[in-house]
């Protein structure tokens, strides 16, 4: 409905260039908009005054409704708000034109008289002209035109102003309060904001039990129009145009009739879920719904259901899913078969035929072959090719199916329906973003390449605390061409400067990516006392120290940020940090408590108390988002429980970990364990092992020395070797005490040397600890030209390369690197990411590392791989392999593939390929790995000498999580490359 007094307008360009500009929001492409005059720009506000704003009556009432919330937004901005009014009552003077082409008097009118040329975004999809415009019409001496090819090029033009002016999309959503500035200009120029590359852009709220529902519930009494008036709104301000709504316990259309209403004014495009066909929401089946969900029993009731939502809706633009899933999002019974869903979708079709209305002949008609839906498709099941074909994630973020060449001449096109957010197997994920951007860039520019360009809708879950993964995949969905995987840094940089400004909007932009980099390596939701270990690699203190340096960085930058941003900081920046530091020390110290307990340590019972601490400090941080923050403006949004799980689905209430209580001897006792063994001493038998020492590596393992009784002990530490350092000789514990052990590798003989290291208790045991040191001879810190291979193991991560080699075209099939990806430093993949792969890779790109074997024989050779799945019917997701230019052997990483395999590798967030090599002789050897099919995406490479560990370790403590760190290695040497120069490596102990 149009409202005459409010008009208002424009339309959103992003092809802008002004460098000196406010801080600006979602814009993609150039600024145009600046706080300080220059020759010839064109004033916006100034001196308290704001150019009117002129919507013509006749154009849409999405476009005069957006007009409203930019003259809201100069007056957040600058404190004066513009009036809404047209050139009949203006004098000689300037003002903003918005409007639709076909839709707007006056920008029809600009048109005709060649004022403006739209030929570049006339017809074209939610596409926008932004053009300061010299004398437009009688009585007005300059104008800013925002002109639009559809309701939504307008009305997107009318957001990316506000943007520019300085108003976050996340305003209201987030609190991010808008820059203020006293003046704003812009410069001439024409600016040209293209047709978006997905055509249907947006979000599904689901899962949405407890946390949204309940703050929905307290704040608005149920999912009505007063609470998805804010949901349009945001996905307008992020230039999205389609929305899943909520369906656990609602139905959109149902509850409120104005919901529809509104969103069609709006502008958003409504859809269900892969679930729901025909406009039909679960919950309305559960209320009105006669007999089974059961089309062979009870098709009459069903097309009478369906046609039904078909009606409703026919005059509100909406996607239509099709198709049939069984009832509550499960599959259909066993007996359910191909000819069965055809004739349901034959039946679906010809209800929307018989009743069609200019808008339904328009509307996209949609299957989503989700789950074993998919498997319909896989046996042949067809639908017209007018249908868009839905393609989905495994619930985990991993594309399952992407188009064929001959699937993407399809007219109806493909889409993507992906996951932020997840209930199911292995286990539910819903509590806070636990994707890291690089990993949504890498399969989504897999959609994008593969023709899945129609639909992209995501699962956000609660919408809250999704905001930045929200915004990057839909203006990932929007303008790709502008945020490759080399631009991921600086989106991020330039998404926390909008919000924050750019004082630490660098390293806000650091703190962002890790948290999500740290959640990614293993969710929140599963998370066990055992995850990192306590005995590897000092894994479990690297991690508990990675999350308390960003906790520190995150609270010191919180004491810098004004106070008016403190709020959304804590929303989008410390909360998350601080909550996933919380249940990851909350399990470490579960996981210190059972070891200790095991070994026989008293400071198992301080683990245990410090394991209650943080499962109540985990408590508080959730009231004061829900209580505390805004005085509880957000109360209920993290409400779901995270810590407890035992199965796939969340527990009920939060429950702590079990922990473990000894009770002390009487008297001090002595006891000693060593790293890499969960086998403590503590009697007068038996010796202990540390891991190995090499001189490249230098190594430092621990020792620990813990009391199992009250009161305190005395003990020495010696060893009969005098090149072994320790980094105590004496000392008093009363619970326990760690001593380093490094070796002076000076002093060291080269070749093999053995030491032991005895610690005895003052007028008590003493206990032997046994240290094996290599210094390989030929090679040393300084010559070492690549890896080395020491203690029977190297760890590479794949970005070190000795050198790249391309097959010679350079549109061939190629590795390039995807920084930031991954659990450790980034990973390697190929591009062009829907090059056809080959069953020879003789001559295929490949990556070479040398690396320095101080072991011979038979190794088994670990590939660490995003879990990527086979995307291209008919292939398999292979790679190959080869020593020294040995023939290439073809390793495909979906070679074991069962259900146990998929849920390990997603869980773990990789997939871990092995593969035996045989080494023959120590010395300097090249591992290559050859390109066979596009979507690999290599993360690290770890050669281990077959059963080594065990043999040296005695009771050895299983891998740790993330796996050995990266050996150390130095400066490729000057081989010949074809492609990229060797890269650069640092040295590292």
């Known amino acids: 409905m149009k409202t005459p007094s409010a008009r208002l307008p424009l339309v959103l360009v992003l092809v802008a260039m002004w460098t000196t500009c406010p801080k600006a929001h979602a814009t993609q492409g150039p600024l145009y908009v600046a706080t300080s005059e220059t020759a010839d720009a064109l004033s916006l506000a100034a001196n308290g005054h704001v150019l009117p704003l002129c919507v013509a009556a006749n154009d849409y009432a999405g476009v005069t409704r957006a007009a409203g919330d930019l003259a809201a937004d100069f007056g957040r901005v600058t404190g004066a708000k513009p009036e809404l009014r047209c050139p009949s009552s203006l004098g000689s003077q300037d003002l903003i034109l918005a409007g639709t082409i076909g839709h707007s008097e006056v920008i029809d009118r600009l048109i005709r008289s060649r004022k403006i040329d739209v030929d570049a975004i006339r017809g074209k999809w939610e596409a926008t002209l932004t053009q300061v415009v010299d004398h437009p019409m009688p009585g007005i001496r300059r104008a800013l035109v925002i002109a639009g090819s559809d309701k939504r090029g307008t009305i997107f033009g009318i957001y990316d102003l506000s943007a520019q002016i300085g108003v976050s999309p996340w305003y209201w959503w987030a609190d991010v ?3 203020h500035h006293d003046a704003l200009y812009v410069q001439r120029g024409r600016w040209i904001s293209a047709e978006p590359a997905v055509k249907y852009r947006g979000i599904f709220l689901n899962d949405e039990a407890p946390a949204l529902t309940e703050w929905v519930n307290a704040t608005y009494g149920g999912y009505n129009h007063r609470f998805y008036e804010h949901v349009f709104e945001l996905l307008l301000r992020l230039h999205a145009n389609y929305l899943w709504p909520a369906m656990w316990n609602s139905a959109f259309n149902e509850d409120d009739p104005m919901n529809p209403k509104l969103a069609d004014e709006y502008g958003i495009v409504m859809g269900t879920s892969h679930h729901e066909p025909m406009i039909r929401a679960q919950q309305e089946w559960k209320r009105h719904g006669t007999g089974e969900w059961n089309y062979a029993a009870n098709a009459a009731e069903l097309k009478d259901f369906w046609t039904k939502g078909i009606e409703r809706n026919a005059n509100y633009e909406s996607t239509i899913t099709i198709g049939m899933r069984g009832d509550g999002d499960k599959p259909m019974s066993e007996t359910d078969d191909v000819a069965l869903l055809e004739e349901i979708v034959a039946d679906q079709r010809k209800i929307i035929a018989d009743h069609a209305t200019p808008t339904l002949k328009s509307d996209p008609q949609v299957w989503a072959l989700y789950k074993e839906v998919q498997g319909y498709y896989e046996k042949g099941m067809r639908v017209p090719d007018d249908v868009t074909l839905l393609w989905c994630d495994d619930n985990w973020g991993n594309i399952r199916r992407l188009p064929t060449p001959a699937e993407r001449q399809r007219p109806g096109g493909a889409g993507i329906y992906y996951h932020f957010d997840y209930v199911g197997g292995p286990r539910s994920y819903k509590w806070l973003a636990t994707y890291p951007l690089p990993k ?34 839909l203006d990932l969905a929007r303008d790709p061409a502008h945020l490759n995987q080399d631009q991921i840094a600086s989106w991020t940089q330039s998404w926390a400067a909008n919000a924050f400004g750019p004082e630490h909007a660098s390293e806000i932009a650091d703190l962002l990516a890790k948290y999500t980099k740290y959640n990614g390596r293993r969710k929140p939701e599963q998370l066990e006392p055992e995850t990192w270990s306590l005995l590897r690699d000092h ?15 995150a609270q010191a930058i919180n004491e810098e940020i004004p106070e008016p941003r ?14 996933s530091a919380t249940v990851n020390e909350l399990y470490i110290a579960a996981g210190r408590n059972h070891l200790y307990a095991t070994q026989g340590r008293s400071s198992a019972n301080q683990e245990a108390k410090e394991a209650l601490q943080l499962f109540d400090q985990d408590a508080a941080i959730t009231n004061a988002y829900n209580q505390e923050l805004l005085n509880g403006r957000w109360n209920h949004m993290m409400d779901q429980t995270h810590i407890g799980y035992t199965f796939w689905n969340e527990p009920p209430l939060n429950s702590m970990p079990a922990v473990h209580y000894v009770q002390p001897a009487p008297a001090p006792r002595m006891g000693v364990a060593a790293e890499g063994s969960a086998f403590a001493l503590t009697a007068n038998v038996g010796t202990l092992t540390l891991p190995g020492f090499d001189s490249l590596n230098q190594q ?23 090149w072994v350092r320790l980094s105590s000789s004496s000392g008093t514990v009363a619970d326990q005490q760690r ?24 007028k008590g045991d003493g206990y032997d600890v046994r240290i094996h040191a290599l210094k390989p001879e030929g090679v040393t810190r300084s010559s070492l030209q690549g890896f080395i291979e020491a203690d029977g193991a190297v760890s590479i991560n794949a970005e070190h390369t000795t050198r790249r080699e391309n097959a010679g075209d350079k549109n061939a099939m190629h590795w390039e690197l995807l920084p930031d990806y991954g659990e450790t430093l980034s990973a390697m993949t190929l591009f062009p990411v829907d090059a ?66 998929w849920a390990k590798a997603v869980s773990d967030g990789v997939r871990r390929v092995s593969l035996p090599l045989a080494i023959g002789a120590t010395g300097y050897h090249t591992l290559s790995i050859y390109a066979v099919d596009p979507g690999l995406v290599l993360e690290k490479i770890v050669l281990a000498r077959s059963s080594d560990r065990p043999s040296r370790l005695g009771i050895a403590a299983p891998p740790s999580y993330l796996g050995l760190p990266e050996s150390f290695h130095s400066e490729a040497p000057s081989l010949p490359d074809n492609s990229t120069s060797p890269s650069k490596l640092s040295s590292q102990p």
């Open 177 to 179: 309060p808008p820059w």
């Open 836 to 901: 056809s792969g080959g069953e020879d890779p003789t001559h295929s790109a490949k990556l070479d590392y040398r690396i320095w074997f101080t072991d011979s024989g038979n190794f088994d050779a670990q590939f660490i791989l995003a879990p990527t799945l086979n995307f291209v019917p008919g292939s398999g997701l292979r790679f190959a392999v080869s020593i020294d230019n040995a023939a290439p052997q073809i390793v495909d990483a979906l070679a074991h593939n069962t259900d146990e395999d």
């Open 700 to 722: 430092v393992r621990d020792i620990d020395i813990f009391n199992m009784g009250s009161g305190s002990f005395s003990y020495t530490a010696t060893s009969d070797a005098p």
């Open 440 to 473: 949504v860039w890498e399969q989504m520019n897999l959609a994008l390449h593969y023709g899945a360009d129609r639909i992209w809708i995501v699962n956000v879950g609660d919408l809250k605390p999704m905001e930045m993964p929200i915004e990057f995949f």
């Open 566 to 579: 403190r709020a959304a900081y804590f929303e989008l920046v410390l909360h998350p940090i601080e909550a």
């Open 739 to 762: 001593i380093s052990v490094s070796i002076d590798w000076a002093a060291v003989s080269s070749g093999n040397n053995n030491a032991t290291i005895h610690i005895a208790q003052q």
């Open 539 to 553: 894994e479990a203190d690297s991690v508990e120290a990675d999350w308390k340096a960003l906790v520190a960085k």
